[in-house]
């Protein structure tokens, strides 16, 4: 499985627009955005692009590892939210450049979280999606209006929008789904939670508990959003090669489990 580390880009085609002019924007290379947009027959002549196209653009320098949109006029919160099936708050809360979220500038950047995966030879939407356990209506979805992607057909080379498991509360982004960890991996994400606690543990699908009920903090407690961090230390191995991370809140009147995430993730063998 293929996941493209790294800072993309995406960017919704206008009139005007050529591969290089993006290229040189935003710091890719002509190559890259042709190979990860399917920019060549037969979906298109080669370097054509349609305006309102949507495309990946993949920026040379491998600095942090994530996804930007590019604001288009009309855009809204909403919109962007039921197109990469976001919760909306979520999306706000961890941008802090929308100061308001009935207004984004026109080319703003903000931070989308979901993750970029490049079809491998014999990949299917099926198989991503059972592997990633993100449905696929979430992910053609989050891919519309992009050449190379159908609910029938994928192609060697496309980068792939993915959208992330999360909650309105919480959002894992490592580890990433359908990926394989072992022990000691890293778990982070963002979370709006009482006393700014986060909790988790990991189970197989023989209902194994590889990782009991265990805690980490957020950098500040609710109302903000903010990162946590944490190593997934096995205190079980696992005994299947199928798990899933469950990464949540408690109650503070019940202790009743709240904002429940629940990430599928793989064993080594």
Not at 183 to 198: K, M, Q
Not at 230 to 247: A, I, K, R, W, Y
């Amino acid at each position: 499985m293929t996941i493209r580390r790294g800072t993309h880009i995406i960017h919704t085609v206008r009139p005007g627009d050529s591969v290089y002019q993006l290229s040189q924007r935003y710091g890719s290379d002509v190559d890259s955005i042709v190979e990860a947009n399917a920019l060549y027959p037969p979906f298109t002549d080669l370097y054509m692009m349609e305006p309102g196209q949507v495309i990946v653009i993949p920026k040379t320098l491998l600095t942090e590892t994530e996804t930007l949109y590019v604001v288009q006029y009309g855009d809204t919160i909403s919109y962007l939210s039921n197109r990469f099936s976001l919760e909306p708050e979520l999306l706000i809360g961890i941008n802090r450049t929308i100061h308001n979220p009935d207004y984004m500038d026109v080319n703003q950047q903000i931070l989308l979280p979901v993750f970029i995966y490049e079809v491998e030879p014999g990949d299917t939407l099926a198989d991503i999606s059972q592997r990633t356990g993100i449905p696929i209506d979430n992910i053609l979805q989050a891919n519309m209006n992009r050449f190379g992607i159908s609910a029938d057909t994928i192609y060697e080379g496309v980068r792939i929008i993915i959208p992330l498991s999360m909650s309105e509360n919480i959002v894992v982004t490592l580890p990433l789904p359908g990926t394989i960890i072992r022990d000691g991996a890293l778990l982070e994400g963002f979370a709006r939670t009482f006393e700014a606690n986060v909790l988790y543990r990991l189970i197989d699908s023989n209902e194994t508990v590889v990782i009991e009920e265990s805690f980490t903090t957020a950098r500040y407690a609710a109302p903000s959003y903010s990162q946590f961090l944490d190593n997934l230390e096995f205190d079980q191995e696992p005994t299947s090669s199928l798990g899933e991370l469950q990464v949540y809140s408690r109650s503070a009147q019940d202790g009743s489990i709240q904002d429940l995430v629940r990430v599928r993730v793989w064993f080594s063998s």
